[in-house]
């Protein structure tokens, strides 16, 4: 397959009232198609994981919306509508506006559940 869209892929995550996440497997990589309700933040959620966060790379493009990343060597960057990004190890994610977007994680770096990160 060279398309996905959200009928065409498996919900991977879904937590109530927060959003979604479908994935798809190609390549070698997982592309993930996200929707996200303002005020979703995985501190909690990766609370268990190696200081408190998601520690895969992801590549991706903001479709509409913003996310702030807040990485845990204490600098921040928002990502707004329009805007590829690269997010590296050690980060969270706090939804300030509904986000969607369109993520790219290694397949061999992403464990059973991955939320937001994306």
Same mark, same amino acid.
């Given at each position: 397959?060279?398309?996905?869209?959200?009928? +065409?892929?498996?919900? &991977?995550? =879904? /937590? !109530? !009232?927060?959003? $979604? *996440?479908?994935?798809?497997?190609?390549? %070698?990589?997982?592309?993930?198609?996200?929707?996200? =309700?303002?005020? /979703?933040?995985?501190?909690?959620?990766?609370?268990? /994981?190696? !200081?408190? &966060?998601? *520690?895969?790379?992801?590549? %991706?493009?903001?479709?509409? %919306?913003?996310?702030?990343?807040?990485?845990?060597?204490?600098?921040?960057?928002?990502?707004? @509508?329009?805007?590829?990004?690269?997010?590296?190890?050690?980060? +969270? @994610?706090?939804?300030? $506006?509904?986000?969607? /977007?369109?993520?790219?994680? =290694?397949?061999?770096?992403?464990?059973?559940? +991955?939320?937001?990160?994306?």
């Amino acid at each position: 397959m060279g398309t996905y869209t959200w009928d +065409n892929t498996e919900t &991977a995550v =879904k /937590l !109530d !009232d927060l959003g $979604e *996440q479908h994935r798809a497997e190609e390549g %070698g990589m997982v592309i993930a198609l996200e929707r996200w =309700k303002a005020g /979703l933040d995985t501190g909690e959620m990766f609370a268990d /994981l190696p !200081d408190g &966060a998601c *520690q895969e790379p992801h590549w %991706g493009h903001i479709l509409s %919306g913003s996310v702030t990343m807040r990485y845990t060597d204490g600098t921040a960057e928002t990502l707004r @509508a329009g805007d590829t990004y690269f997010i590296r190890p050690g980060h +969270n @994610a706090h939804v300030d $506006e509904d986000v969607e /977007l369109v993520e790219f994680t =290694k397949a061999d770096d992403t464990p059973g559940i +991955n939320t937001i990160d994306a």
